[in-house]
């Protein structure tokens, strides 16, 4: 049983965007920027107090597996609270992206699931109910 097994989707995703995006490159030169967006509260399932310390052992996982530099960020807000907190707050992404990251390593987004699927179907019904 290996340290990762049973983990979240997003490892694979990580390893394979990882491995694809340096398979030519000096692993020891290669950073990455793994910024997660998120709730810091628990009443989301997708909450950070939930979802970040699977991230910080992929995050490990990564940096012991490949020899990568691996950078891993929380943007968050006490005020998030809700989905709808999270799309009022967005802006902090583009923040960090502008003012807080190095320009010099890969760039990886990371969203925990529940609220941005749900929030964008239900915007996607209330656009075509208010078209109809």
Known sequence: MTSMEGS????????????????AVDRSSFNITIVTYGSP???LAAGLPYTA??????????RETWGY?????????????????LEDYA???????????????LFVLTLPGECFSVHIETRKMVNY???G
């Open 8 to 23: 979240p989707l997003f490892y694979t995703f990580f390893v394979g965007f990882a491995v694809m995006a340096t398979a």
């Open 41 to 43: 509260h628990t009443p």
């Open 91 to 105: 802006y902090l992404v583009s923040e960090f992206y502008y003012r807080g990251w190095d320009q010099q390593s």
């Open 69 to 85: 530099t691996v950078r891993h960020v929380l943007v968050q807000a006490e005020e998030i609270e809700t989905c709808a907190d």
């Open 53 to 62: 310390p699977a991230y910080e052992l992929a995050v490990r996982e990564i």
């Open 129 to 131: 109910v208010g078209t």
